[in-house]
């Protein structure tokens, strides 16, 4: 399995302060990686930095075996696409306005749009269960519909990476097991590699091939979901015990933050 | 209506307000009028009105151009501190009192397009010394900067004669009155400019609209986006502010409008913005000379006017924060 994208020794400072520090990891063809990790770990920090939104670090970041540092932004997009944080800002576009802008990176200056750039929207758009939405603005949109147009969009980018920062997070239960069974098809199915920031650590453990955990900017776990989804790794990371209860439908037990329930 | 036709429509609305509105004026002058009447359509209205089009568009662009960039429905030449930049640059000229052309662009442009330059340089400096560009911090300093250039200009008034302190008020209160071939020569390159660079950024505009993070990741080179508007910008705003003074609220009013009947895409609202910011200065300027035709004979200027139906839409907006009006 090739490296699609490796991260050496990538270290960030912002005002000061370290928020990243020596994270090194790889995502090979096909990889779904979980990202886990208290607040203010550096998650969304990290998924920035690959994204390119964030460009005063230190360190190498290689996508498709080149330094990112060389790519044009464009090419860069070809590569890789990215789902922010949902936010509440609104936006006059509507789901199929959005979804072309997916296929900014494709098209030359002076070209339109062609018949693939409109397949492109198409698959997209059916992939994510929006296109019975494609002419409603973004504004008359749920939550939870609002982030399946964002995915949309990044799947309308065609990339072979897709960079993810917490795509289930403040959705209601059908949205969130219809964005992990999104993300898993475009994973197995289509042979994406997924970097996901997961904020629930049951989702993070059943969609992915490695989980990697950050505290305080540094990597302090990296493994297999299975090793991950020890209560006692859990504690280290989160700083709070777990209980691990076995799920009948479920390969892995079902993790539960202790006290809280009590 | 789809979207294309509705433009064509505005197109064919503006032309016909561009021959109409020389007609109108203290006096009714007929197309086939001659002599000295004729002198007064061919000569001074026309001028005019054209000068009054280009303004509007050039100041309607603008707008749309800084609503887009930052997302921000307030977002216009005014309060970002471009226009009072512009203003105190070509109040300077003035107060030097030097007459200078260069390749027919006036030394007052020159100065007032360096100002809004100047300005947009220093906003964004400031914003960028904080790290990041973020909004807030882009529309705070925009303000700051804003306020402190309309003081200098106080200044720059405070220190000049009658005869100069008589020209800068009455041209900061925003004006055609002097609008001639001459201005309309003075203004063509600044308009040619910047409405070629943000024909050529539509594409690039719309994917901002989904938030900076977002266009980065789409492949935009958004550094070098926001320097071609902040450029486009400068122009547009430096070109009509010599000539006209400042000129409020077209850049508000006109981008938010089109944006309601045309939708956010800015293949479309580029060339709707253009013109009817041009159709909608022709309007206010014509009304104004039919007014003043009513008064003393003394003429209201046209900022005056678009400052009393700005205020009002600047309040409608505020109030709407959630509503339609939202970009």
Known sequence: ?262 | MKPLHKLILLAVLTLGALTAAPLLGMEFIPLNAGGQEREILMGIRLPRVLCAFAAGAMLSLSGMSFQALFRNPLATPFTLGVSSGAALGAALFIRLGIAVSFLGISGTSAAAFLGALLSIVIVYGLTKLKGGFSTPTLLLSGIAISFFFSSLILFVQYLSGLSHSFRIIHWMMGTLTTAGYTQLINLLPFLLSGAAILGLLTRELNIFLIGEDLAISRGVHTARVKKLVFLAASLMVGGVTAVCGPIGFIGMMSPHICRLVFGADHRILTPASFLFGGLFLVLCDTLTRIISGFTSGAELPVGVLTALLGGPFFIILLLNRKGSLEL
């Open chain 1, 1 to 262: 399995m090739s490296d699609l994208i490796q991260i050496r020794h990538l270290s960030l400072e912002l005002s000061g302060k370290t928020i990243l520090n020596e994270v090194s990891f790889s995502a090979g063809e096909g990889e779904y990686i979980s990202v886990i990790g208290p607040n203010g770990a550096g998650k969304t920090t990290l998924i920035k930095c690959l994204a390119g939104i964030y460009t005063s670090w230190h360190g190498a970041i290689r996508i498709g075996g080149k330094d990112s540092r060389t790519l044009s932004s464009r090419k860069t997009a070809r590569l890789q696409s990215y789902v922010p944080q949902a936010e509440g800002r609104s936006n006059p576009l509507t789901v199929e306005e959005l979804a072309a802008t997916g296929r900014y990176p494709h098209l030359s200056a002076f070209t339109s749009m062609k018949q693939e750039d409109f397949n492109a929207i198409d698959s997209a758009l059916k992939q994510t269960g929006m296109l019975a939405f494609r002419k409603r603005p973004l504004n008359s949109l749920s939550g939870g519909e609002r982030q399946m147009a964002f995915i949309a969009a990044a799947l309308a980018q065609d990339t072979k990476i897709l960079l993810l920062d917490e795509p289930s997070t403040f959705l209601d239960y059908k949205h969130q097991a219809e964005v992990t069974a999104i993300l898993r098809a475009a994973c197995r199915e289509q042979g994406r590699t997924i970097i996901a920031v997961h904020h629930d650590i049951n989702t993070a453990v059943a969609c992915s091939t490695k989980v990697i955990a950050l505290k305080s900017g540094s990597v302090v776990f990296s493994g297999t979901p299975a090793a991950a989804a020890d209560t006692k790794t859990l504690q280290e990371i989160y700083g709070t015990p777990f209980i691990s209860s076995p799920s009948p439908a479920r390969p892995l037990p079902l993790i539960i933050a202790e006290g809280g329930d009590q």
